[in-house]
């Protein structure tokens, strides 16, 4: 089980999560990032097929913006740190 949610704190909306996993992640009007699956609230299992993009998604951001749990975040972003 996996779990995504985006910290729009930090996020700069550099665009490439949603490049990597546009399954998963898309923008808001000031272009920054959230997941589509539960608007980003984190308490959305990942389908299995997307786990790939969902990593690159993860390795790429610039500023670690984008969490994963093996739990759900309900919400807070900064849940597990
Ligand atoms: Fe924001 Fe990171 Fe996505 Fe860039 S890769 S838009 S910084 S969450």
Redesign the pocket.
Known sequence: MKYTI??KE?????????A?APEI?D?DDE???YVILDQNEGTAQVPEDLYDSLEE?HE???????KISEAPFNGNALKYE
């Open positions: 985006v910290d930090t996020c700069i909306a550099c665009g490439a999560c949603g990597a992640f923008y272009g920054i990032s998604a790429g951001c610039p500023t670690e913006s984008i």
